[in-house]
């Protein structure tokens, strides 16, 4: 079964510029998370899609950070401006009703620097 | 106070030790309670998960839970210099029909030989 896939695994961008992730979850799960996590601290939800529809989008920055999820497969999560504290990784990940206690299973992130 | 504690060490045992690795959390409402390993440059990747109090054992790890205590814990026994790497432990509670797990920061975990 393939793993949760993310691109680019590494961007280096200057602040005021903006940026896009993707995502493509595992095949058949339903729900699509966000998180972000700044270096030694734990991911951070950013939002979380059900089918093409969003559960929880509380700790979103919406002012500069931006997410969706059209036909309820791929995600793109976008950032602009950037600004130099978020310089993080962007971590994907899914999940279906069917793991156990709604296990989640992350992709290998993107690297975000903002300079 | 945030609603998951971790110690995020380093915490460095040479190769064979029990390592025992410890979170704290405040909301009672939580409960399922997860340890997540992340390599360098990886994403998280789950070890184990438990439902309320009690142990669970899978190989060399055992995973611990007093709800009473607000305390998890994950031992691992006969640790190996591969078992180098950061573990995060996370615990949700149901909302809206699915449970989205609070992280803690992590513990980074060093064996070696």
């Known amino acids: 079964e393939a793993g949760v896939a993310q691109s680019p695994r590494y961007k280096i961008i200057e602040k005021r510029q903006s940026v896009a992730f993707w995502c493509n979850p595992i095949s058949g799960h339903a729900t699509l ?20 529809g969003v559960v929880d989008d509380s700790q979103l920055p919406k002012d500069r950070f931006s997410a969706e999820r059209l036909k309820g497969v791929d995600s793109t999560l976008k950032i602009q401006p950037a600004k130099l504290e978020d310089s993080a990784v962007y971590l994907c990940a899914s999940s279906s009703r069917s793991s156990s206690g709604n296990t989640i299973y992350f992709g290998e992130g993107s690297w975000l620097t903002v300079v | 106070q945030k609603e998951v504690e971790q110690d995020p060490g380093p915490l460095s045992v040479p190769e064979g030790a029990i390592v025992s690795l410890n979170c704290t959390y405040s909301n009672s409402a939580f409960q399922y309670f997860m340890w997540y390993r992340q390599y360098s440059r990886k994403g998280p990747e789950l070890l184990m998960y438990t439902y309320s109090s009690g142990n669970k054992e899978d190989g060399r790890f055992t995973a611990q839970v007093d709800k009473s205590s607000k305390y998890i814990s994950l031992f691992i026994r006969d640790s190996q210099p591969s078992d180098s790497a950061t573990y995060l432990c996370a615990m949700s509670t149901p909302s809206g029909g699915s449970y989205i797990p609070t992280f803690g920061r992590g513990t980074s975990l060093i064996v070696h030989p």
């Not at chain 1, 998370?33 to 093409?52: D, E, T």
């Open chain 1, 33 to 52: 998370y966000w998180y972000q996590q700044i270096l030694g601290q734990g991911p951070k939800l950013l939002i979380q899609f059900q089918n093409n």
